[in-house]
């Protein structure tokens, strides 16, 4: 009876799925590291991680919610954290955060403009782009790491932009749950979230209603490139440092934390709260396997493993609750 009643509420909330995946989840880990994982520390390492990898999820939801696909926000994480660590040392840091995003909205802008141009599949477009700019930071650092003085670190902006912590958690989650908070606002309560959706559902149909799709999209790429770089300059600021290997594969765990989180990869449905507990629940995985002593040849095959089955427990569930 409970169940039954339950299944209109899961078809509804796609992304219930994955926050009882990660219920699942805390409870086996908690009991079963002995309290390395359990633990205040660890939480606001899991949380940073989180905060980082939850704001490229984000952005990419975004695109994904107008039916393309953003695989560059990897090399743009990474672009955004060489730009803010080069200038973060010769101006404040404010000034160097905003300069990444401008790096993040310009690689978006990039993406967009060819994808709607050339009509050429995002799919596409967004793997050459991704090899590009790794290939541009790996030249920028020569082999080398960009960093920031210890005697630069003082500040209060430096410490504002994921260079120290508040309540026990680093800022970046602040940040994240501010830009979460902008966003939902943007598409539950504004006319550009219902295009931006019916962008995704059916492109034919929204401009047949006056929807210009190629200025969705294109608006869609250039928010995914300044999320993914102000991430990256978060992550720099935590670091310290950062070389032309940031931001290596993240590419693919904000995909897979979006649909984990219930949002449908041909469009027109997202969901921002489940893309970001799909970014906590791939965030606890690597903890769990850290603190456990996982060997690193194993650890990508695990994680592996488990974000599989975790995809299927996700999707045996919706098809549960579509059924009569």
């Given at each position: 009876m409970v169940l039954s009643a339950a299944k209109p509420l899961i078809r509804r909330h796609t992304e219930i799925g994955i926050f009882l995946i990660g219920a699942i989840l805390i409870v086996i880990f908690a009991s079963t590291s002995d309290g390395r994982w359990a633990n205040l520390y660890n939480i606001g390492t899991i949380m940073q991680v989180t905060a980082t990898l939850g704001l490229m999820s984000l952005g990419v939801a975004i695109v994904i919610g107008t039916g393309e696909i953003d695989i560059s926000v990897g090399s743009t994480f990474g672009m955004g954290a060489l730009a803010y660590l080069w200038l973060a040392a010769r101006v404040d840091p404010v000034f160097a955060a905003l300069a990444a995003i401008v790096v993040g909205a310009a690689?978006?802008?990039?993406?967009?403009?060819?994808i709607t141009r050339t009509k050429t599949p995002s799919l596409i477009i967004t793997l050459g782009t991704l090899m590009i700019f790794r290939g541009v930071a790996i030249a920028l650092t020569d082999g080398f790491s960009f960093s920031i003085p210890y005697a630069a670190r003082n500040g209060w902006t430096y410490f504002l932009l994921g260079g120290g912590d508040f309540l026990g958690f680093n800022t970046a989650l602040f940040w994240l749950i501010a830009v979460f908070a902008i966003l939902f606002v943007v598409l539950k309560a504004m006319p550009f979230g219902n295009r931006l959706l019916a962008v995704?559902?059916?492109a034919d149909s929204a401009h047949s209603r006056g929807v210009r799709v190629e200025r969705?999209?294109?608006s869609a790429f250039?928010?995914?490139?300044?999320?993914?770089?102000?991430?990256?300059?978060l992550e720099a600021g935590k670091l310290g440092f950062a070389d032309g290997s940031m931001g290596r594969l993240m590419e693919l765990q904000a995909i897979a934390s979006c649909v984990l989180g219930g949002?449908?990869?041909?469009?027109?449905?997202?969901?921002?709260?489940?893309a970001l507990m799909g970014a906590f629940v791939l965030s606890s995985i690597q903890s769990y396997l850290v603190v456990t002593g996982v060997q690193p040849q194993w650890?990508?095959?695990?994680?592996g493993l488990i974000v599989v089955g975790a995809a299927y427990g996700d999707k045996s569930l919706r098809n549960w609750a579509i059924r009569k």
């Open positions: 690689i978006g802008y990039v993406n967009g403009w060819l995704g559902g059916s969705i999209k294109l250039v928010i995914c490139g300044m999320l993914a770089a102000f991430a990256g300059a949002c449908l990869l041909a469009g027109g449905r997202i969901s921002l709260i489940g650890f990508i095959l695990i994680l």
